[in-house]
């Protein structure tokens, strides 16, 4: 494991101690994954032939913004018959102006195949 | 129409365990068959301008939604025309080249469809695709799961448990519940429990995906597997996903630092009524295909809940293990399978896991229960608690890491009361509920939940809302063994938090070793190239397989004989050769009364004297006990002491118990009765001996006493006991003439 590396908060990990924790210093945006660490893990399932891997460590690079309670709610629109096109494309609208664009042509792409599979709101 | 009786052969073979499977006719139009379904196509590609527009047969037009995935993600278009273009039988035939790299496979397997695919893996046989698993899984070091779960969601149990499976060596634990809220409370049990047991060990709750994704986030679980994907769109939307929804879900698990992989396994589509006339084996490589399309690092699959339905029709059982196979040659984490139950019968289920065993997989078993089959909230896994020292010996049969270690007794129980202290410790600071020591000490015990008497079934429900409504974290859980002293396993939750931050066992195939070193495709890449290459155990890990706890050497067996030594049997000095026709000598073996005083059916060599003599008796004859030192050869003991004789007969002793009546004028080994099977000889049998050697001293010819038999297996019971004690006897021969011996 590398000690310098930095949490979501940006603390350097090996700031994280039981100790620290212990004091009430620590919260879990300390232990959370940055964003540069996603697009370095990214680089590397690429280099072992999983370009796939890659793409969705770059994707989940763009989410690391996100609150969990965002990414709960964008996963359940995605989920059959929750949205119509136009609410998936909202969502992308919205995704695109925070600069998540892998993650709104992801939105887009499921517009387009959810109505064309009857897999939008009714 | 009268039925009639079978005959009893045939009643008999109808009784066996084997006949409670289930066993289907192919029925393809429902999917009830292993390979070439009506509606599998053939494979095809087609790309115009940089995008798919045919695939297997099907035109862009007419995609359904795992296709249009698949079509846009899933397929390498660079290197896809030229790995199309290579003839399936040529390159089933690269599988099990060792002079083809991986890497050359997984290139092209990457520009390959599922249809493709699926060709390629039918023509493999049982053997090709042990050679294939052996070669292409990602990581070089194997590894297994284990379920950790009970009825009650007893958390005292739960940590007790996982503490013990990661004793055994699992590394990576699955729990999940009979009551879904009680979820959270689950986690925080399980995980403590894990590192109680060792560093490393990864651990996730098996619930409802958005669920299980929020226990990610708080920390509570350090990976998920239950991800479903299927292969037909109708079941696919059954199961309230959609091919993005699920490549949204696997960035949002990757998007906190937190692996996952994803679930299928053939059979699933025709059990829920959707398998579209198709294979279940060219279903599954739709599914395989779409989980490298959305970005999963790795598949449980190999019929998972459905591998009955696999294993029901011809051909199902290898089209499970080739499932597992195609996931390593997408270059993904194969999670193997071998979890569902899917054979009432030992044989057939261990003829389900045994190849993939033997090739070694990145996880054998996506789920060994660990537990008691009734507490496994999954339904029985296809190994359980009661298979664990089964396992073991295989591993130790055939020189194979199969994951598993032996556990010191006393050491899983030191653990178990660790864990089970820990979580009564977290439970009581973090306000989640108080366990008394009755229900601790039950839970340090038991085998399983039904040991347990003294739990508040209410307890797990209460701690899981609290966990919920007060936001409990892995940060409170750390902070709450440190406050009560369990720095160890607070360090080790701590170290799978930074693990996340560090994001290396994201990729394909992690696992945590004991020093939290990452193996992984990356860093322990499987590179194997025939005999001699690719995965050999270290000396230390040879040792932890060679070493079970069962094994014993001619040092345990002396020590143990010695806790029998009968001082009532003395030595007397020469034995002379007698002229008393009633005189018959009971010669034993150079051991008896010396270092071997228990035969190996238990009895003590004075008891078995005792019999004889007291059959001699009851005939009329004298009985005289002589030690042979010169020999252990049972027939010539049998022969010298009847040349002692007055009588001419002899009854000859080994101290293992194997007995025989011999007579002077006979040959060394020919003899007049023989009692070869010593573990079964009880003391009516040696009374009976002793009578009839009495019958033979006076000229008669009784009926000899029939060996008994049983359907135990003697030979494996006592073998290895057989080969010591004649070693002890080899040690105790001598030039000393016969010693007359007494027993008062």
């Known amino acids: ?122 | 129409m009268t039925t009639k009786e079978p005959i009893g052969r045939f009643r008999f073979m109808n009784e066996q365990r084997v006949n409670l499977d289930g066993f289907a006719t192919p029925a393809p139009e429902l999917g009830l068959v292993a390979f070439n379904g009506p509606n599998d196509p053939a494979p095809s590609l087609v790309i115009t301008a940089g995008r798919i527009t045919e695939l297997d047969g099907r035109p862009e037009s007419e995609f359904d939604s795992i296709d249009s995935f698949i079509a846009m993600h899933g397929i390498d278009l660079e290197v896809a025309n030229e790995a199309m273009a290579i003839n399936s039988l040529d390159f089933a035939r690269r599988l099990v080249d060792p002079n083809i790299s991986r890497l050359d496979i997984v290139r092209l397997a990457s520009g390959m469809t599922p249809a493709k695919l699926a060709e390629v893996l039918s023509l493999l046989n049982a053997a090709e695709l042990v050679i294939a698993m052996t070669k292409m899984r990602a990581r070089r070091t194997p590894s297994n799961q284990a379920h950790v779960t009970n009825r009650s969601d007893d958390p005292l149990l739960l940590a007790a448990d996982a503490a013990t499976a990661a004793a055994f060596g699992f590394r990576e634990l699955e729990t999940t519940v009979p009551v879904a809220a009680d979820a959270p409370s689950n986690a925080v049990a399980v995980s403590i429990g894990a590192a109680v047991g060792s560093p490393g060990v990864l651990v996730q709750c098996s619930v409802e995906e958005s669920a299980e994704l929020a226990l990610g986030m708080r920390g509570l679980v350090s990976y998920a597997e239950t991800v479903s994907l299927y292969g037909t769109e109708q079941i696919f939307t059954d199961g309230d996903d959609t091919p993005w929804s699920k490549a949204f879900l696997t960035s949002a698990y990757a998007s906190r630092g937190i692996k996952m992989r994803v679930t299928s396994g053939g059979g699933s589509e025709a059990l829920m009524g959707g398998a579209e006339k198709c294979s279940m084996f060219y279903l599954e490589a739709r599914c395989v295909a779409l989980a490298r399309a959305i970005g999963s690092q790795g598949v449980q699959n190999g019929g998972i809940d459905s591998a009955a339905v696999a294993g029901a029709v011809p051909g199902g059982v290898r089209s499970l293990m080739a499932e597992n196979v195609m996931v390593m040659l997408r270059n993904l984490e194969a999670c193997t399978g071998n979890d569902a139950l899917m054979s009432e019968s030992d044989v057939r289920r261990t003829s389900r896991t045994h190849p993939i065993f033997i090739g070694g997989s990145d996880f054998i078993n996506s789920g060994f229960g660990s537990i008691q089959r009734y507490d496994n909230m999954f339904g029985p896994s296809q190994w359980n608690s009661e298979d664990i020292d089964d396992f073991l010996a295989m591993q130790r049969d055939w020189g194979v890491d199969g994951g598993l270690r032996t556990a010191d007794e006393e050491e899983v129980a030191r653990l178990r009361r660790r864990a089970t202290d820990a979580v009564t410790a977290v439970y009581s600071w973090l306000g989640l509920g108080d366990f008394n020591k009755a229900w601790a000490d039950e839970a340090v015990d038991a085998a399983g939940s039904k040991d347990i008497t003294s739990g508040d079934l209410m307890l797990p429900l209460t701690a899981a809302r609290t966990i919920m409504d007060t936001n409990v974290t892995m940060l409170d859980v750390i902070t709450a063994l440190a406050e009560n002293g369990f720095d160890l396993e607070a360090q080790r939750c701590l170290d799978m938090l930074k693990a996340r931050v560090a994001g290396d066992y994201l990729q394909t195939s992690a696992i945590f070793d004991e020093n939290m070193n990452v193996l992984s495709l990356v860093t322990d890449p499987n590179v194997y190239s025939g005999p001699g290459t690719g995965y050999q155990m270290t000396p230390e890990r040879q040792q932890q397989v060679d070493t079970i706890r069962q094994q014993r050497s001619v040092a345990d067996l002396l020590s143990e004989q010695q806790s029998f030594v009968n001082k009532n049997i003395s030595e007397l000095g020469i034995a002379e050769v007698s002229y008393d026709p009633r005189d018959v000598v009971i010669g034993v073996s150079p051991a008896t009364g010396k270092d071997i005083w228990v035969t190996l059916s238990g009895l003590s060599v004075a008891d078995v004297i005792g019999e004889l003599l007291a059959g001699l008796e009851e005939e009329g004859c004298v009985g005289r006990i002589v030690r042979i030192n010169d020999t252990l050869d049972l027939g010539m003991i049998g022969l010298t002491a009847a040349r002692l004789s007055g009588s001419g007969v002899s009854v000859g002793l080994q101290a293992k118990g194997t007995a025989l009546i011999h007579r002077r004028d006979l040959a060394p080994l020919a003899n007049l009765e023989l009692y070869s099977v010593a573990p079964t000889i009880t003391r009516d049998l040696y009374r009976m001996m002793g009578i009839n050697a009495g019958r033979h001293a006076k000229g008669a010819t009784p009926e000899p006493v029939r060996n008994p038999y049983s359907d135990e297996a003697i030979e494996a019971r006592y073998h290895t006991k057989v080969v010591s004690l004649v070693a002890i006897e080899r040690m105790c021969v001598s030039s000393q003439p016969p010693q007359t011996l007494v027993v008062t």
């Open chain 1, 1 to 122: 494991m590398t000690e310098n590396q930095k949490g979501f908060s940006s603390k350097n990990v090996s700031e994280v101690t039981v100790e620290a924790i212990r004091r009430g210093d620590i919260t879990l945006d300390d232990v959370r994954i940055h964003p540069d660490t996603l697009a370095h893990q990214a680089q590397v399932a690429k280099a072992n032939g999983n370009p796939q891997l890659a793409a969705n460590f770059l994707r989940a690079a763009e989410l690391t913004s996100l609150s969990d309670e965002t990414v709960l709610g964008y996963y359940d629109a995605l989920r059959p018959g929750r949205s119509t096109a136009q609410d998936l494309l909202n969502i992308a609208n919205t995704l695109q102006a925070q600069g998540a664009k892998i993650n709104a042509e992801l939105f887009r792409q499921a517009a387009d195949v959810y109505a064309r599979r009857g897999l939008t709101a009714k």
